[in-house]
C-alpha cells in the first residue's frame, strides 16, 4: 500500500469548473512533486516543493496553481482546463529536499484520474 | 541534459524464464538510477536504486540491476518471471548536479505468460 495519498482518485469536470487534487504523506519527506501521465507514456514533472517552497515549475499553464500548505499537504488547483489536460496525476514525495545531494527514490501516490469534457 | 533510453516497448517471457528489461542513460557527472514497476490503474512503485558501491543492486520482489559505467547501462533483471510481473516498467535517472528531476525513460511493457 502507498503511503502518499491522493484524492479523489476520480474527477470529472468541465472547462468552465474550478477543482482541486490533494495528496497526503506523512513519511517526513520535504520534497513534494506533481507530475502528469498519459496512457503509456512516462510521467511528466510539473512542479517540485522543497520544504514547502516551489522550487520547480517545468512551464505548466497557469491554469494549474499549486500549492504546499505544509510539509505533508500538497495541492493541485485546477480552472478553466482544456479536454487535452485530461490525464493521471500523479503526486509524489521523497526524502530531502533538492538542496543539496537529493538521491532518495520517489513514493508515488496511485493518482487521480482527470477527465475534462 | 539528462536523457534515458528503453530501446524495447515491449518484452514477453515464459513464466519461470529469465527477463531482461534494458535501459541506457546520459548524464553529466554519476548518476542516481532507479527502477519503478507500474500496475494498471496504479501509481509508479519503486523497485531498486544504484547510487553508488556494488554494480549489481537488488530490489524488491527478486528484481536485481546491473550497473555498467563503461556501457551506460542499467538492465533491470530477475532469474524467474512470474505472470504477475506483468507490468509497465520506467527506468530514470537523475544526475548529481540536478538534485529534483528525474528523467524517465518511454517505458517498457513487460508480459509474462504462464
Known amino acids: 500500500d502507498t503511503e502518499v495519498t491522493q484524492t479523489p482518485k476520480h474527477l470529472v469536470m468541465g472547462m468552465t469548473n474550478k477543482k482541486s487534487l490533494k495528496c497526503e504523506q506523512h513519511?517526513?519527506?520535504?520534497?513534494m512533486y506533481w507530475y502528469k501521465q498519459k496512457a503509456k507514456k512516462p510521467p511528466e514533472l510539473m512542479f517540485v516543493?522543497?520544504?514547502?517552497?516551489?522550487?520547480i515549475n517545468e512551464s505548466v499553464p497557469s491554469r494549474f496553481s499549486p500549492e504546499c500548505p505544509n510539509s505533508s499537504l500538497l495541492n493541485l488547483h485546477l480552472h478553466a482546463l482544456q479536454p487535452e489536460d485530461s490525464a493521471l496525476y500523479l503526486c509524489?514525495?521523497?526524502?530531502?529536499?533538492?538542496?543539496?545531494?537529493?538521491?532518495?527514490?520517489?513514493?508515488f501516490g496511485e493518482g487521480s484520474r482527470l477527465t475534462v469534457l | 541534459a539528462q536523457s534515458v533510453a528503453q530501446p524495447e516497448d515491449q518484452v514477453n517471457v515464459a513464466e519461470g524464464n529469465p527477463l531482461t528489461v534494458k535501459c541506457t542513460y546520459s548524464?553529466?557527472?554519476?548518476?542516481?538510477l532507479f527502477w519503478y514497476v507500474q500496475y494498471p490503474n496504479r501509481g509508479l512503485q519503486f523497485l531498486l536504486k544504484?547510487?553508488?558501491?556494488?554494480?549489481l543492486v537488488k530490489g524488491s520482489y527478486g528484481f536485481e540491476a546491473e550497473f555498467n559505467k563503461s556501457q551506460t547501462s542499467f538492465h533491470l533483471k530477475k532469474p524467474s518471471a512470474l505472470v504477475s510481473d506483468s507490468a509497465l516498467y520506467f527506468c530514470?535517472?537523475?544526475?548529481?548536479?540536478?538534485?529534483?528531476?528525474?528523467?524517465f525513460g518511454d517505458g517498457t511493457t513487460l508480459t509474462v505468460k504462464p
Open positions: 509524489a514525495s521523497s526524502q530531502d529536499g533538492t538542496s543539496g545531494m537529493n538521491t532518495g527514490e520517489l513514493f
Open positions: 513519511m517526513g519527506h520535504r520534497a
Open positions: 516543493y522543497s520544504y514547502e517552497k516551489l522550487s
Open positions: 548524464v553529466s557527472g554519476n548518476p542516481y
Open positions: 544504484y547510487i553508488t558501491g556494488d554494480n
Open positions: 530514470a535517472v537523475r544526475g548529481n548536479t540536478n538534485a529534483g528531476k528525474s528523467t
